[in-house]
């Protein structure tokens, strides 16, 4: 059973434009939600993250948005660059129940000059 | 300021035998986890440990088991080798004080069972 889900394996934007990554959970149990992003050959990196009190966090270019009622949430990055290029990943996590986190599948993000 | 560190890079075992991967938290960070990334998935829980216990475990069995020493380096070990257990395994630290604090993760060993 996934309880965290990224439905688009892969995504292309054009240099300059917004990229949205989607995520979808199922458990309501979760209540801290995070994104990182992966190169080949490296360990993903922590990205940015949001509790459920909020809907939005903002970090320079990337937003993270909390749909509560809808179980789902979503990375914006604007603009895009083709270093962004790379794997992201949705996890989830129960608030202070030690930071183990469930993980998507990952969307590929392709960012074109 | 060194981040968190695997070794080996890559390992190949054949069915059967046993592995003992390692792992070097971040500098001040004294919780370690380990996850496990089969090809084409995000990266599933298998434990963490904490003032060297396992304070949480994922949906693996026992044939998976770890360690954590004095200085939070840490140790996972697999026996009976399937060949579902090739995979990536990742280990990542954090600061065991604040629970949420984002987790830092190593580049992973890439393990090949035959």
């Known amino acids: 059973d996934q309880q965290v889900k990224q439905n688009s394996p892969s995504l292309s934007v054009q240099e300059g434009r917004i990229s949205i990554l989607n995520c979808d959970y199922t458990n309501s149990m979760f209540d801290y939600f995070l994104w990182y992003k992966k190169y080949p050959a490296e360990g993903p990196t922590f990205l940015i993250s949001?509790?459920?009190?909020?809907d939005k966090n903002e970090d320079g270019r990337f937003t993270v948005f909390l749909n509560k009622s809808a179980k789902h949430l979503s990375l914006h990055i604007v603009p895009s660059q083709p270093g962004d290029s790379a794997v992201y990943f949705c996890?989830?996590?129960?608030?202070?129940?030690?930071?183990?986190?469930?993980f998507g599948g990952g969307t590929r993000l392709m960012v074109k000059p | 300021d060194a981040g968190v560190t695997q070794s080996p890079t890559h390992l190949i075992k054949t069915r059967g035998q046993q592995v003992t991967l390692r792992c070097s938290p971040k500098s001040g960070h004294d919780t370690v986890s380990w996850y496990q990334q089969a090809l084409g998935q995000g990266p599933q829980f298998i434990f963490q440990?904490?003032?060297?216990?396992?304070?949480q475990r994922g949906n693996f069995p026992d044939r998976f088991s770890g360690h954590q020493f004095p200085n939070y380096s840490s140790e996972l070990n697999v026996n009976a080798l399937l060949l579902g257990d090739s995979a990536l395994y990742l280990c990542a630290s954090s600061g065991g004080s604040s629970y949420n604090s984002p987790l830092h993760f190593g580049n992973g060993t890439r393990l090949t069972v035959t």
């Open positions: 440990y904490y003032e060297e216990e396992e304070r």
């Open positions: 949001i509790s459920s009190i909020k």
């Open positions: 996890a989830a996590s129960v608030y202070n129940a030690g930071n183990m986190l469930t």
